[in-house]
């Protein structure tokens, strides 16, 4: 009974990594819930304890384990659902490799994609500062920084 109680909360944590991997909103994770909360019983049972105890232990352990699958399952689909960064416009970004009119910048503590406005001329090299002007995906569209601009 012990190994089969191992058995089940392995697989109950199989199923929580395979939900992180292929969202179901919460469906596989609900039976990695089902598979520890059994696995516990099994394992209190294979202890000598008898159905009075083993459970309540099972049914606890069941809600803690569903309370924090449903908290990570909620907190994933909401920044899934959430708008774009777009308080990186007109942010400050300094470039950390650039070839021709594409390159990586750092803005807000992150690598982003880049590329200079079609017809933008001006090449830009590792250290400068530039502007960021727009953001389409992950790419963002930025200028170099106008001497007269302040540090933002």
Same mark, same amino acid.
């Given at each position: 009974?012990?190994?089969?109680?191992?058995?089940?909360?392995?697989?109950? +944590?199989?199923?929580?990594?395979?939900?992180?991997?292929?969202?179901?909103?919460?469906?596989?994770?609900?039976?990695?819930?089902?598979?520890?909360?059994?696995?516990?019983?099994?394992?209190?049972?294979? &202890? &000598?304890?008898?159905?009075?105890?083993?459970?309540?232990?099972?049914?606890?352990?069941?809600? +803690?384990?569903?309370?924090?699958?449903?908290?990570?399952?909620?907190?994933?689909?909401?920044?899934?659902?959430?708008?774009?960064?777009?308080?990186?416009? &007109?942010?400050?970004?300094?470039?950390?490799?650039?070839? &021709?009119?594409?390159?990586?910048?750092?803005?807000?503590?992150?690598?982003?994609?880049?590329?200079?406005?079609?017809?933008?001329?001006?090449?830009?090299?590792?250290?400068?500062?530039?502007?960021?002007?727009?953001?389409?995906?992950?790419?963002?569209?930025?200028?170099?920084?106008?001497?007269?601009?302040?540090?933002?």
């Amino acid at each position: 009974m012990t190994a089969l109680g191992v058995v089940l909360i392995l697989a109950g +944590l199989a199923l929580f990594v395979a939900e992180a991997h292929a969202p179901t909103g919460g469906l596989i994770a609900a039976l990695g819930v089902l598979g520890v909360a059994a696995g516990v019983w099994a394992l209190v049972r294979a &202890g &000598g304890v008898g159905e009075i105890v083993a459970v309540p232990i099972a049914a606890g352990t069941g809600v +803690l384990v569903g309370g924090v699958a449903l908290l990570g399952t909620r907190t994933v689909l909401s920044a899934r659902h959430s708008p774009p960064r777009q308080q990186l416009i &007109g942010a400050s970004a300094t470039v950390r490799t650039w070839d &021709g009119s594409q390159g990586q910048v750092l803005a807000d503590g992150a690598l982003w994609s880049a590329c200079v406005e079609l017809g933008d001329d001006a090449a830009l090299a590792v250290g400068d500062s530039v502007v960021v002007e727009r953001m389409r995906g992950l790419t963002l569209t930025v200028r170099r920084r106008e001497p007269w601009e302040a540090l933002s």
